[in-house]
């Protein structure tokens, strides 16, 4: 069997509605072993809220997720010991922790001990402590981190708590890794250190799937990418086929375009208000 298109993550048909908005609309996804792919699309596209529900801690309006042909509960830690590691959009170290600690509570759902054991360095973690500490520290080289094992992360500049983060999820030892916004916030130089970085991931065998913003970042790393333009995947492809299509370049500008993803919506809201300045026209 060819392994470069097993499935390891399959969404079908998932919607997330909260009240009355729809930000993910019957959404189909997959992400097959070896790959990276990215995810793009203009802010409020709903990128994110995809992430929370793949990750378990939405639960979909409707559809399902499935990892390596398994149907997900949608809890986040179970579906982080069925081998998903994510890192967040808006930075979730524990910030009076250091460096190493945060990689080890990352480890605690591939540990018998756990998470209080491991915070709290009961017996039980004693015992399993040196193999984690051996493991964390291997991940900390990988990233190049392994010389600030004890500082505390709030003291990381930017770039490398981001880094951390990444870590952490690791640690976790995932067959696929979500990242939302690996990149937010570096400089150049720390995002060219980024790309060769998943690229390493993906050569551990681990698939990948990002939200990125910075579109020479995308098109370089991804093998596919797809674009999310108000909850629906408008188009999917390579970086070529998405560069190429003009409807990516006007959902961007926010350019009316046919068929465009809530454009049913937004006509009917148009006709709403017309209808309504008409009758206010009527009464004055
Ligand atoms: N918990 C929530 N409750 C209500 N609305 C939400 C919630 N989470 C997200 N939304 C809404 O869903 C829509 C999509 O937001 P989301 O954060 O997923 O976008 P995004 O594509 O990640 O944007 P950005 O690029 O700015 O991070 C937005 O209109 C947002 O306000
Ligand atoms: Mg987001």
Known sequence: MNNMTTPV??????TMRFGGLTAVRSVDFTVNSGEIVGLIGPNGAGKTTFFNCLTGLY????GTVSYKGTVLPPKPHLVTMAGIARTFQNIRLFANMTVLENVLVGRHTRTKEGLWSALLRGPGFKKAEK????????????????????????????????KLEIARALASEPGLLLLDEPTAGMNPQET??????????R???IAVLLIEHDMRFVFNLCDRVA????????????????QADERVI???????FEGAPGEAEAAEVAAAEAQNASTKGDAQ
């Open 227 to 242: 674009v999310l333009v108000q909850g629906e995947k408008l188009v999917e492809g390579t970086s070529e086929v998405v």
């Open 203 to 205: 050569d551990k065998g």
């Open 250 to 256: 006007a959902a961007y500008l926010g350019e009316p």
């Open 59 to 62: 639960i979909p309006t409707e």
């Open 192 to 201: 060219r250190a980024t790309e060769e970085l998943v690229f390493a991931i």
């Open 131 to 162: 193999a984690s500490e051996e493991r964390a520290m291997e991940l900390l080289e990988f990233i190049g981190l392994a010389d600030k094992r004890d500082h505390l992360a709030r003291n990381l500049p930017y770039g490398e708590q981001r």
């Open 9 to 14: 993550l399959e969404a079908r048909d998932v």
